[in-house]
């Protein structure tokens, strides 16, 4: 082979590479989850948007713009190598810390029904929750990575990345956001999993980590309250059980194929939260169990693809890439259960949106980020294995 031929051969290849490599089932299903939600938020929202600001198409036409920062932010990080975001974890670590902390400080963060969660940014209100928990994500698989060995080895250093968990959920739990603290951790632990931790540590993790939670929310009167109306919310159904009830009735009224889009009842002021925390509960009022089970099925596929990119990333020895992979599948995976477990009754009532479809732009974009980060591992980790067997091609072919 001659030197112009090889030349010519390795500009076509990286060309190619660049061309190639992205996971295409990946982001058509992220694409169909976003459609599906749009049309929910505009289809759920019109009468609460009409009433409270006189324009029926105003939280959609919102809703549109957060899509359209979160595609575009999902481009940019999907241009970053993987061993910046790796390099940036503690910075990122230590300004997700800064962001919980000036939340909580009067006159800087915004409360809304009782919860300081907010931070107002001028074209949206930002809700720390969303963007810690993909920060300590990102940090955490960082960490398993330079003390991998230490984590599976000894119990000191299995519990020093709990320090930092503990001390970003104190600060969560103390806007108060429990939902969010529940998610990051369950999410940490999964990771930690993932990486190779022993099955005894890891159960006596969970262990203590669902005492600590389950006390958390003993000891909170409304929490209490909560738990008993779920657990029969006929026993009052104009108090405490009546947003549970009401998402029943929707449920109820779908059937098979729905009432039809835009024909909801529920959301003419009978069901709170009907674009946010209970869209999927309009979902399967409009659409019926068909479209019900058609965002589960959507959600399966995504966390699968998110496992699968894992797995890859993890074969190419990507270590960093492959447990943050596994961390947004177990993140959106766990989200999108218990809010459709919320809304369907088998879980208590918990203020957590329907990743990429419910009404908001922390939310939206936050999540939109992470699927970039895992186009982007895609991409590396396909990009490896080929440039391998490229160069193998070569050894044989000289």
């Not at 369907?344 to 992470?370: D, F, H, N, R």
Request: proline share 4%; hydrophobic share 55%.
């Amino acid at each position: 082979m001659s030197h112009s031929q090889a030349v010519t051969e390795s500009v076509s290849h990286d060309q190619a590479l660049h061309n190639k490599g992205w996971d295409m089932v990946l982001l058509y299903v992220t694409l169909a989850i976003l459609g599906l939600g749009l049309v929910m938020v505009m289809s759920a929202s019109i009468p609460m948007a009409e009433k409270q600001l006189g324009r029926p198409f105003a939280y959609f036409q919102k809703q549109f713009v957060y899509v359209l920062m979160g595609l575009l932010g999902a481009y940019l990080v999907a241009r970053i190598p993987m061993r910046q975001w790796q390099k940036a974890g503690p910075v990122l670590l230590l300004l997700g810390f800064i962001l919980l902390i000036a939340v909580l400080l009067p006159g800087v963060g915004k409360q809304v029904n009782g919860s300081m969660r907010w931070l107002p940014l001028g074209i949206f209100n930002l809700q720390v929750s969303e963007l810690v928990k993909l920060i300590v994500f990102i940090y955490l698989a960082g960490y398993l990575v330079r003390r991998g060995d230490e984590i599976r080895s000894t119990i000191g250093g299995f519990l020093k990345p709990m320090l930092v968990l503990i001390l970003a959920s104190v600060l969560l739990l103390l806007e108060p956001d429990f939902g969010a603290t529940t998610v990051m951790l369950a999410t940490a632990l999964g990771m930690m999993y993932m990486s190779g931790v022993g099955l005894l540590k890891f159960a006596t993790l969970i262990l203590a980590t669902a005492s600590a939670m389950s006390l958390l929310a003993l000891v909170s009167p409304y929490r209490v309250a909560r738990i008993l109306s779920f657990m029969n919310p006929w026993e009052d159904p104009y108090n405490s059980g009546f947003q549970l009830t009401q998402s029943l009735i929707a449920f109820g009224r779908g059937e098979w194929f729905g009432v039809g889009l835009g024909g909801s009842i529920q959301k003419l002021f009978y069901l709170p939260e009907t674009h946010t925390d209970f869209l999927y509960a309009i979902l399967a009022e409009e659409l019926g169990l068909l479209g019900a089970v058609t965002v589960i099925m959507l959600f399966a596929l995504l966390v699968w693809r998110a496992f699968l990119i894992a797995a890859m990333a993890e074969r190419e020895q990507q270590f960093f890439s492959a447990y943050l992979a596994y961390g947004i599948g177990i993140w959106i995976g766990l989200q999108a259960f218990i809010n459709v477990g919320v809304n369907m009754g088998v879980l208590p009532t918990k203020g957590l949106t329907l990743p990429l479809m419910s009404y908001g732009g922390s939310s939206i974009v936050v999540t939109l980020l992470a699927i970039g980060l895992l186009m982007r591992i895609g991409f590396e980790a396909q990009n490896q294995d080929k440039q391998l067997a490229w160069a193998k091609k070569r050894r044989v072919a000289k």
